[in-house]
């Protein structure tokens, strides 16, 4: 019985010791568990100030590049235009062809230069926040298209068709004049830099639930828009520089859209075409007329 008593209470005393030993090492434990987060938070706070402070560098350099580029595109702009001025009266007034040719092509350097300012300060204006989006009428933006660019590529030897199959009140969602100034740049990347003999734009509502008769069914439904630019020609090695600016323009100008771009590129054929999917409605003109 003596024997049995002694035995629990070592066995008592051996449970209690591991017991207060458990405490003391969970004990510690949270204490550096405590201090470990308590350096955590002040580590966070830390990094987190200074990638406020430069979040905010950032947008104080952008700001300044983007007034200093626009100020540079002011000033270049000006005597640019002058130039080009100048040389058209000196083309007209020289009679000897060599010095034609030669004011020609400076005229075409001087030009390419105030091309590549534009889409500079473009780029620029489009890298700070896009505006607000809205619903606007595609139809109006297409006849402005083709009002502004058939004669301007008329003039570099471009035959360029636009055409609208759209229903009429066709409405798209996009953020204010960025559909317009993606039409524009395909249009003006197309014509002045693959020189293309013909160019074509395509202009494509897709309701979301096809019918027989889409034109009058549509009325009302969503669907997609497509934006199809399509011709001939390539880009020779001296337009490379000016088409991959162009390239990356509209590639902000899609993802600020919310679409996609489809593209193939072959030696003597092109297309590339912008989806915005589910983004397009054609309105009731009911509705529209009593709005």
Request: proline residues 3%.
């Amino acid at each position: 019985m003596k024997d049995d008593n002694e035995r629990l209470r070592r066995r008592y005393e051996r449970e209690r010791t591991a017991r207060l030993e458990a405490e003391r090492i969970a004990e510690r434990g949270m204490r550096d568990l405590y201090v470990a987060n308590q350096e955590l938070d002040r580590l966070v706070a830390t990094r987190t100030s200074e990638l406020d402070h430069a979040r905010r560098e950032a947008v104080r350099m952008g700001e300044s590049q983007a007034f200093f580029l626009r100020s540079l595109s002011r000033q270049v702009r000006a005597p640019l235009n002058g130039v080009l001025g100048m040389l058209e009266l000196l083309e007209a007034e020289l009679d000897d062809p060599q010095h034609g040719l030669w004011v020609r092509s400076a005229s075409a350097s001087a030009r390419d230069l105030l091309q590549l300012v534009t889409r500079l300060v473009l780029f620029v204006e489009l890298e700070e926040d896009p505006p607000a989006a809205a619903e606007v009428e595609v139809g109006p933006i297409v006849n402005r298209l083709r009002a502004d660019w058939t004669r301007v590529a008329m003039a570099e030897g471009t035959l360029l068709l636009v055409d609208d199959h759209t229903p009429p009140l066709t409405m798209v969602e996009a953020p204010t004049g960025r559909l317009e100034q993606f039409i524009a740049l395909a249009v003006d990347n197309a014509v002045l830099l693959t020189g293309a003999s013909f160019v074509r734009v395509d202009v494509h509502f897709d309701a979301l639930e096809p019918s027989e008769n889409a034109a009058s069914s549509a009325t009302g439904r969503r669907g997609d828009l497509r934006i199809r630019v399509a011709g001939d020609g390539g880009v020779d090695d001296a337009q490379s520089d000016g088409f991959d600016l162009v390239q990356t323009i509209a590639m902000v100008l899609v993802d600020q859209l919310g679409g996609h771009l489809n593209h193939r590129s072959e030696a003597d054929d092109w297309f590339f075409e912008l989806v915005l999917e589910a983004k397009a409605r054609v309105a009731d003109p009911a509705t529209s007329a009593a709005e």
